[in-house]
C-alpha cells in the first residue's frame, strides 16, 4: 500500500509570514494525525482527526496554527504568523479504526519547516 | 510534562554485540509501549511494541522487555547490525488514543 504522503519536504519562511502543509494518509486510514517535532525532542501531538471530525487538539496553539481535514482525507496544516520556535518537523500520521491496540500508526516522511 | 524519558541521548556498538536501549515512564495507565526507528529526513517507523499485561516480546533480533514495577522498559537488539544506526523512540498509550514519546536514542553501530 501506498505511504502517507506529505509535501513539501523543506520550507525556510520568515518570521511572521504564513505557511501550509499538506498531508494525504494511507487509503481507508480514518484516523489522522499532526505531530510536531522540535530538534532533540521526540515528536508531539498537535492535532488528531477521526474521519473529518476533530478527536483532541488540546495541545494545538490555536492562536496561530489552524487545521482542517477535507472530507475525511487530506489535511493541510497551517501556521500563521509564524515564530522562529516554530522551527520543526511536521509528521503527519495516520491508522484504521479496526487497527489493533499497540501497533502504532504509520508516519510520512514530515516537513521540514526553519523560520528565519 | 515529560511522561516517556529516554536518558540515554547516544549509544556506540559494535556489529555483533547486543544494543540496549532503556526508557522510563511515569504514567501508570499506559496499555501499550512501543519503540519506533528512524533515519534521517524520514518519519519514524513502527518496529516492535508490548501490552501493559506482558514483560517480554520478541521479535527476531529485537526483543522488549517490561519492568511494570520500575516503570522501565528496555529494547534489546542481538547481534546489533550496521543497517541498525538510527535513532530509536520509545512511545507509550492509553488505548488506541495519542502516543507519547521519548526524546529519542542515537544508535551508533559501528562495523
Known amino acids: 500500500e501506498a505511504g502517507v504522503a506529505q509535501s513539501p519536504r523543506y520550507k525556510i519562511i520568515e518570521k511572521r509570514q504564513s505557511v501550509a502543509f499538506w498531508c494525504n494518509p494511507i487509503s481507508g486510514h480514518a484516523t489522522l494525525y499532526w505531530y510536531q517535532q522540535i530538534l532533540g525532542q521526540g515528536p508531539k501531538l498537535l492535532i488528531q482527526?477521526?474521519?473529518?471530525?476533530?478527536v483532541d487538539d488540546s495541545q494545538l496553539p490555536k492562536d496561530r496554527f489552524s487545521a482542517e481535514r477535507l472530507k475525511g482525507v487530506d489535511s493541510t496544516l497551517k501556521i500563521q504568523p509564524a515564530k522562529l520556535e516554530d522551527s520543526a518537523v511536521y509528521l503527519c500520521a495516520s491508522s484504521s479504526l479496526g487497527q489493533a491496540w499497540g501497533y502504532g500508526y504509520t508516519f510520512g516522511s514530515g516537513t521540514r519547516l526553519t523560520v528565519v | 510534562d515529560q511522561q516517556v524519558k529516554q536518558n540515554s541521548p547516544s549509544l556506540s556498538v559494535q556489529e555483533g554485540r547486543i544494543s540496549i536501549l532503556n526508557c522510563d515512564y511515569t504514567?501508570?495507565?499506559?496499555?501499550?509501549f512501543l519503540w519506533y526507528k528512524k533515519y534521517p529526513a524520514e518519519g519514524p517507523t513502527f518496529l516492535i511494541s508490548?501490552?501493559?499485561?506482558?514483560d517480554k516480546n520478541e521479535d527476531g533480533r529485537f526483543t522488549v522487555f517490561l519492568n511494570k514495577s520500575a516503570k522501565h522498559l528496555s529494547l534489546h537488539i542481538v547481534p546489533s547490525q550496521p543497517g541498525d544506526s538510527a535513532v530509536y523512540f520509545c512511545a507509550a498509550q492509553t488505548g488506541a488514543n495519542n502516543l507519547f514519546f521519548g526524546t529519542g536514542t542515537r544508535l551508533t553501530v559501528i562495523p
Open positions: 482527526f477521526q474521519n473529518n471530525g476533530v
Open positions: 504514567n501508570s495507565m499506559f496499555d501499550y
Open positions: 508490548i501490552s501493559s499485561i506482558k
